[in-house]
């Protein structure tokens, strides 16, 4: 039968599907985002236990030789659990490791039922497993492990938007679990790298005479203070809340970066500057008062807090829980002041909704009246009583007593379900006859009617006689029912969403609820605190004050700002700050976990203590010149450095013109000059003093300068620190060098140094010649630059025959000394040799008749020193080059679409490559071609549109180097005219699919060695990684608005829109049209040739409306067989026209299913405009509703316009 009334209801599974499609989406964000293997594992078995509400749910991992283990499970029932237990099945290994390889998923409905091996069906059995759901997980394209869901109570029948599902977060999980491992490895490869440095650091320091020794212990020093400096600064800027440093007077010394982001603000405008005068609290005299109160009470010793509003960019407002707390030093001296804040404007938002609820919700409870009726079913008349007919707004005269008068009025949707109560009733199976159901009133509206009755009569037969009964208006109930549910709804949301701790608790000193907070920093699971003591938690020291805080709650006084510490699941203790208000016998709290932030005061006031110690305990000497007024201060340190006590030397710049010496002070003034107005980027020079007693001190002078507002230098700090001593010992140590330099030319001795060469157990197969001086050379008869380098036994075999290697071995191992005196007639050298070997590192030196010269030597080590210099500028170069690969990293997984990501990462990639012009190419949707979304260096040579096989790289799906070696292999996307040294394309692969190309490409040689080749693989990836995540995103986000049956937009997005099309409407003063759409005796097609062919004729009615819309209109699935367009600019007229184009359209339409003609199809329209028949979403669909019920009433096939 087909009624308007049947247009409403909608298919369960579009709803879950939107609702699972959500899920998914908040689910695949939380695994990604995280990079803890534990954490990504155990978000993901709760989240499929939770989805597919199974009984198990767990994640299996292979070994290398393909046994493996449970790492982690989530059960419904504590009775499901098997993790820890072994789990080993032959037959499952030998039948179905390679089907899972493939990435086939393996569907158990039912074990009992299923085709499988006896030894597998009893394998399962043995963990009661009745239904079986496994889909494989992949990382880097290798079987990982599997993604399992298990049923034991009874068989299941896995839907496959259900496998879809598992399927989906097995993808997420593959890529979490592929980019935390290559996070471990690009850890691994820094820590590496960083041992490297330090290892060859400590060589070239121990090669360094005391003055590169004590220079480098400085910068140790200074390195040390800036990663501290920078450490407080990581933690500030990292804070998603408000924190600050005060001066005691106001002054805002220091804020993290989140205030000045949100405000639209620079350092440079608030750091400096009184805080009550920031542009926080600039819109209000009020604001900056209460802010400067604040500070006069923290002031006085007191913790201080309040709510406030704080001006944010565009003019909008934020409601901040503002607090701010005195520091002070050993002494007891308040220091500084620590203002704080968090926004708290979505839960001032949410408290008022709620009360707003509250109020719904007593008006709603207001009293009703109840209506009596008394049928005779032998007559089939009914006695309405004047309350009957006044619920539904009739007089006493207009209703009959004839039933029908109450069945056509009853929804027809409720009807036959009123009609099934009735015979249960008579059939004696209830005592009563109770139905709730919809009963059409006077004006059109519908009401919700409780309606109770009995049987008091019976015919000897056993049939009814007469049937009295009470109708009840229970609409007020139903929408309070909703409204509830729609307030509970806001209440978890909220829950879900508050940053800080919510809590209800009983009188009993349980938990009662909990938000997920609570789980994020104690670590517990919300099951194990729920219902448990608060007390068990808290901190032994803390239970009295405690116990205290509750006597106040149990006497309704509410308590603030309460702190004590509560025990984490790992056995630490995190500090909670509470705001309790006590409401019956429930206690309502708001924590805030602030372990963080007293961790981050006892580090600064760490920090400042430490500095202050470091000033006091440096040799340094300091001077503070005021540019402006020429006023100048030297430090108690400096003057003692150049002998004079504090008050012998004035703090004046005649004073320093006096001791310093002339030349060097014009150099200082042109540096000084040349520093201020940014010709050169340091002042750093060693000028010269004449001390107190005569002598002449070197200082090391390095300055900074600050400028004022307008750029201008205002003022100059220097440091001083005396290197006489180290001058004195280098102009000693070139004296040194030119006398070991004389003996070494002048010796009649021959000299020559070798290291020792070992293989990789450290045996030692050879030496390497170090140096040799001139007499050396003349004996070997071979020169010099031939000899170095070269190996002792490949150029000299005949020391290892006469026994030579075999000493010089002894005296590297043992360090005793080798003494021979022989003749040695090999190698072209007929001579006798007096030799002695010495142990020289981990090598020897040996002197004989005239050995090579102290030059020589020296331009050797020179050259080793060197060799040393470029392996570690190498080394630093890697390290560079994957700090940039992390920070890519987080931006790409911090970007929302596949072009924001290729656009952000452009500059930081372009540093990896220099000398490189290259781009990131994406295939489109079709696969058919590849376009480029961004490029960097100068002008690319590739086309920036091409099909994927110009594309050798792309064709052959790997790597494809193309040098000058191999021009004619260029691909054909890049012209072959074009001036190129190299050319590297990479496929960006993620899944076993090709989502893109990284092209690079460059006119310099040498700019893409093999190591730049290797990087460029990793960054295409990570890129590729990220692109296959960003389109999941975006596939998951369009499931989410749209009907999967029809492709039109579902009814939440037409809510949505409706609403922002209206006000947009009322905005521009311009009509909007809105079309309802039923398609007539849809319930036939279903009977007739089953729900497929159904769907089928929504599927093409839903393609013509896709097809015969504007590009600003919106077609969107109401539910069921009803359709909604929305039409802006459209009047009434014009939206009637667009009615009839569409119903004729629908007419003609011929729906063909499995061959199977379906027949004509017909339609129904119902027309409303803005601003004619209302103003709001409820009454436009409301008049379009009636307006179709009347073209169905009226005979279907037409478009009906009120007018």
Request: proline share 3%; hydrophobic share 40%.
């Amino acid at each position: 039968m087909d009624t308007h009334g049947s247009r409403r209801p909608t298919r369960p599974f579009h709803i879950n599907h939107a609702i699972g499609a959500h899920r998914i989406a908040d689910i695949a964000l939380q695994i990604r985002q995280s990079l803890d293997l534990s954490t990504i594992w155990q978000t993901t078995v709760d989240a499929v236990q939770q989805v597919l509400d199974c009984d198990r749910a767990l994640l299996y991992q292979f070994a290398a030789d393909k046994s493996g283990q449970v790492v982690v499970e989530a059960v419904a029932d504590p009775q499901w659990s098997i993790l820890g237990q072994t789990v080993h099945d032959v037959c499952f290994e030998a039948s179905w490791l390679e089907p899972y390889d493939e990435r086939q998923v393996r569907v158990i409905v039912d074990v009992a039922t299923a085709n499988l091996t006896p030894c597998h069906a009893e394998f399962l059995a043995g963990f009661q497993v009745r239904a079986n759901l496994v889909v494989p997980v992949l990382c880097e394209s290798r079987l990982w492990g599997l993604l399992m869901a298990h049923h034991c109570a009874a068989p299941r029948n896995w839907s496959s938007e259900e496998i879809a599902s598992v399927q989906q977060l097995a993808v997420q999980v593959g890529i979490a679990i592929q980019q935390a491992n290559l996070v471990a490895q690009l850890q691994a490869a820094k820590a590496d790298l960083e041992a490297q440095v330090a290892t060859r650091t400590a060589a070239l320091e121990q090669a360094n005479q005391q003055l590169a020794a004590e220079i480098a212990d400085r910068k140790a020093i200074t390195a040390d203070l800036q990663q501290r400096e920078g450490f407080l600064r990581q933690v500030l800027d990292s804070l998603f809340t408000f924190v600050g440093v005060l001066t005691p007077d106001g002054t805002l010394v220091e804020a993290n970066q989140a205030p000045l982001d949100l405000a639209g603000l620079t350092r440079e405008d608030v750091v400096g500057k009184p805080f009550a005068e920031a542009y926080w609290w600039a819109y209000s005299t009020v604001a900056q008062d209460r802010i400067r109160a604040a500070i006069a009470q923290a002031n006085q010793g007191q913790a201080v807090r309040l709510d406030i509003e704080a001006q944010v960019r565009g003019g909008h407002f934020l409601t901040i829980d503002f607090s701010l707390n005195p520091l002070r030093d050993v002494t007891g001296r308040i220091t500084h002041l620590i203002p704080s804040g968090v926004d708290i404007t979505q839960r001032k938002q949410a408290e008022a909704n709620l009360r707003a609820s509250e109020a719904r919700w007593q008006f709603a409870l207001e009293g009703s009246g109840d209506g009596v009726w008394d049928w005779n079913t032998q007559t089939n008349t009914v006695f309405f009583s004047r309350q009957w007919k006044a619920m539904l707004g009739y007089g006493e005269d207009e209703v009959s007593n004839s039933l029908d008068e109450w069945s056509s009025r009853v929804h027809p949707d409720d009807l036959e379900q009123c009609y099934a109560d009735l015979q249960r009733h008579f059939s004696g199976e209830t005592p009563l006859y109770q139905n709730e159901h919809r009963v059409r009133c006077k004006d059109g509206s519908y009401k919700w009617i409780l309606d109770r009755g009995k049987v008091i009569e019976w015919a000897e037969s056993g049939e009814p006689l007469r049937v009295i009964g009470t109708h009840s208006d229970v609409s007020n109930r139903k929408q309070i029912e909703l409204d509830l549910k729609a307030t509970n709804e806001e209440l978890d949301q909220f829950f879900s969403v508050a940053l800080d701790l919510l809590c209800i608790a009983d009188a009993d000193g349980c938990f009662r609820r909990l938000n997920q907070q609570w789980q994020q920093t104690l670590g517990y699971s919300l099951a194990e605190l729920e219902g448990a003591r608060f007390l068990d938690y808290v901190h032994p020291e803390d239970l009295s004050a405690t116990l205290e805080g509750l006597g106040h709650l149990a006497n309704q006084q509410a308590v603030n700002q309460f702190t004590n510490r509560y025990r984490c699941q790992d056995g630490s203790y995190r500090w909670i700050e509470w705001h309790s208000v006590p409401v019956g016998n429930l206690i309502y709290a708001a924590a805030r976990d602030i372990t963080n932030r007293r961790q981050a005061e006892l580090d600064l006031k760490q920090a400042k203590e430490q500095l202050d110690l470091v000033l006091q305990a440096s040799s340094e000497g300091f001077s503070d010149w005021n540019v402006l007024t020429n006023e100048i201060y030297f430090s108690p340190q400096f003057k003692q450095m150049l002998g004079y006590a504090e008050h012998e030397f004035e703090n004046s710049l005649a004073m320093w013109n006096s001791v310093i010496f002339e030349e060097d002070k014009e150099a200082a003034w042109k540096l000084v000059e040349d520093y201020n107005n940014g010709i050169v980027d340091n002042f750093s020079m060693v000028q010269r003093y004449h001390h107190k007693d005569g002598s002449i001190v070197h200082f090391l002078t390095n300055a900074i300068h600050l400028k004022d507002a307008e750029g201008q230098v205002v003022r100059m700090v220097g440091s001083y620190l005396d290197i006489t001593p180290i001058i004195t010992l280098q102009e000693a140590l070139k004296t040194s060098e030119m006398q070991l330099e004389s003996v070494l030319d002048s010796s009649l001795d021959g000299i020559m140094a070798f290291r020792s060469v070992r293989d990789d157990e450290g045996t030692i197969v050879d030496f390497e010649w170090l140096l040799s001086n001139p007499t050396a050379c003349e004996l070997v008869g071979r020169t010099e630059a031939y000899l170095v380098g070269q190996r002792l036994l490949e150029e000299m075999p005949g020391n290892r025959e006469e026994g030579l290697f075999d000493g010089y071995v002894h005296t590297v191992e043992t360090g005793e000394p080798y003494h021979r005196e022989f003749h040695y007639s090999h190698d072209g050298i007929e001579s006798w040799f007096e030799t002695i070997a010495v142990k020289l590192g981990d090598g020897f030196a040996v002197t004989f008749r005239n050995v090579t010269t102290l030059k020589q030597s020296e331009q050797k080590l020179q050259q080793v020193n060197q060799q040393l210099e470029d392996r570690v500028a190498d080394l630093d170069q890697r390290h560079a080059e994957m700090l940039i690969l992390s920070e890519i990293s987080d931006f790409l997984q911090a970007c929302s679409t596949v072009e924001e990501a290729c656009h952000t990462i452009t500059n930081l990639v372009a540093a990896l490559f220099p000398d490189c012009a290259g781009g990131i190419f994406i295939t489109r949707a079709s696969h058919n071609r590849l376009e480029m979304v961004s490029g960097w260096g100068d002008a690319l040579p590739s086309k920036t549109d091409f099909e994927p096989h110009h594309c050798w790289g792309l064709r052959r799906g790997r790597m494809h180097y193309v040098g000058q070696d191999r021009l004619s292999l260029r691909c054909h996307h890049i012209p072959a005219d074009a001036a190129l040294e190299t050319t590297l394309c990479i496929p960006m692969m993620a899944q076993g699919e090709t989502l893109g190309l990284l092209h690079l490409s460059t006119a310099t040689p040498g700019s893409l060695p093999e190591p730049k080749q290797q990087l460029a693989r990793t960054l295409a990836e990570q890129v590729g990684m990220a692109i296959a995540n960003l389109k999941l995103q975006e596939t998951l986000r369009h499931q989410s608005i749209r009907d999967p049956l029809t492709g039109l937009y579902n009814r939440r997005y037409l809510e949505e829109m409706l609403t922002q099309e209206i006000v947009r409407a009322q905005r521009k003063q311009h009509a909007l049209g809105v079309i309802l759409l039923d398609i007539d005796h849809f319930k036939q097609f279903n009977d007739t040739f089953g729900h497929d062919a159904g769907d089928c004729v929504l599927q093409q009615v839903g393609t013509l409306l896709r097809e015969n819309v504007r590009n600003s209109d919106i077609a969107c699935r109401y539910g069921g067989e009803e359709m909604i367009l929305i039409l802006p600019e459209a009047n009434l007229a014009e939206t009637s026209d667009r009615a009839e184009m569409l119903r004729v359209a629908i007419s003609q339409l011929c729906p063909h299913h499995h061959g199977q003609s379906l027949g004509t199809i017909t339609a129904s329209l119902g027309v409303a405009a803005f601003p004619h028949h209302g103003h709001t979403v409820e009454a436009l669909i409301k008049i379009a509703d009636e307006a179709l019920y009347q073209a169905k009433t009226a005979g279907r096939n037409q478009v009906f316009s009120p007018a």
